[in-house]
């Protein structure tokens, strides 16, 4: 109760400011200007006093912020009484974000997808690529085992040394994208492929491999697709073949193309491939043709009393929050016009739409965060099964 009090004061006076700042300057700069100079007291001499930080990032302060300056009021002021009713609540259905306090909980304003280059995920592990020729070189025997260390940077420095002193060498250049990758420099690894890989080896089966493996990082699944489907053409190893298979199994199960997926997933029994990463790859994916998902349609039709769009969608800590915050909004106008003090009315009943609204809102995106994260708990699975 202590924090729903907080809430409601916290966007009473939040929007209180941006309302004296719309009215003294017709400029949109001036209301943002408003809510920043709020925003920042707030966080400055209120914050602290509070003896809790926010569970979520952005805070609840700065996703209000940031609402005010990109959005327009009306939107804004949505967002941020969205936000309020859904704070610390349900948080199953979130991202995590690693901030240098902690985890918190992803939520944007107005985003539908968490933005990935702020989702927490765990180190991935990178090894090097070894053809089956025994090594007698030094130099690339030193670059394997500092890849497998994980010295990613400096096994870059010794590939550097190593094409400078000698022609193009294929098994080097796999190496140096396997480096690039696990550094996340993948524009950089796609230019190195464009211009630096020779026109006799751009259709390598494992350099497209790693291609592919680099266009899925970047979300660009269709590309990735595009040179998997090269590479099965092009590799006669089965092993190579193998992996090329899970990865494209991966990639239509990112497009939500389950049904290609499991056919991909399927063709691994005929080839060297791991007979229970194969079955349960097949059972991940019948799990996930199988998923019962939430109407976002239906999530805000229910919201009509307000609470129960979120209770469809299992955030029930969400929706007593949306049910009570409204109640009192409710009950407030009604007190107000009542003793006929319409001034009063009229600001409670502007929150008192707000906040209505908002429940409507937020119920339908409620549904879209619980289904995609039913999609993406399949999604993780595959992932780590496979680990391109």
């Known amino acids: 109760m202590y924090r729903y009090l907080v809430s409601v004061s916290e966007t009473l006076l939040l929007c209180l400011i941006c309302l004296s700042g719309s009215a003294q300057s017709k400029t949109s700069s001036s209301s943002q200007t408003s809510a920043s100079d709020y925003i920042g007291f707030y966080q400055k001499f209120i914050s ?19 609402a005010f300056k990109e959005k327009n009021f009306a939107e804004a002021f949505v967002l941020t009484s969205d936000r309020l009713m859904r704070c610390g609540h349900d948080l199953g259905d979130y991202d995590l974000t690693a901030r240098p306090t902690g985890f918190k909980y992803l939520d944007v304003p107005g985003a539908d997808n968490s933005p990935k280059n702020l989702r927490y995920s765990s180190q991935q592990p990178y090894f090097a690529y070894a053809d089956t020729v025994r090594d007698i070189n030094t130099s690339l025997l030193f670059i394997k085992s500092l890849i497998n260390n994980n010295y990613y940077e400096q096994a870059i420095l010794e590939i550097k040394r190593v094409q400078f002193n000698q022609p193009f060498n294929n098994e080097v250049f796999i190496n140096e994208l396997i480096c690039l990758k696990a550094l996340n420099e993948y524009e950089k690894a796609i230019f190195a492929y464009e211009t630096q890989c020779p026109v006799l080896y751009k259709n390598d089966p494992e350099i ?170 399949v999604i993780n699975n595959l992932f780590y099964n496979i680990n391109p």
Not at 48 to 56: A, F, K, L
Not at 210 to 218: E, F, H, R
Not at 299 to 305: E, F, G, R, T
Request: hydrophobic share 35%; proline share 3%; net charge positive.
């Open 208 to 377: 497209l491999y790693q291609l592919a493996t680099i266009y899925y990082k970047l979300d660009n699944f269709n590309k990735a697709n595009t040179i998997v489907s090269a590479g099965l053409i092009t590799t006669r190893d089965e092993n190579q073949k193998a992996r090329l298979y899970a990865l494209q199994g991966l990639i239509y199960a990112n497009l939500y193309n389950w049904a290609s997926a499991k056919q991909s997933f399927t063709q691994l029994k005929s080839l060297p491939y791991r007979a229970d990463v194969t079955e349960s790859n097949i059972r991940l994916v019948q799990k996930a043709q199988e998923l019962k998902f939430k109407s976002p349609a239906k999530a805000s039709l229910l919201s009509i009393i307000p609470g129960l769009g979120y209770a469809y969608t299992g955030h029930t800590q969400t929706a007593v929050s949306s049910f009570l915050l409204n109640g009192v909004f409710a009950y407030a106008t009604y007190s107000s016009i009542k003793k006929k003090n319409y001034g009063l009315a009229s600001l409670t009943g502007l929150f008192s739409v707000s906040f209505y609204i908002a429940n409507i809102y937020g119920s339908g995106q409620s549904a879209k965060r619980h289904n995609e994260q039913k999609r993406k708990a």
């Open 48 to 66: 602290g006093i509070r003896g809790q930080e926010c569970p979520m990032y952005p805070s609840c302060s700065n996703f209000a912020l940031s």
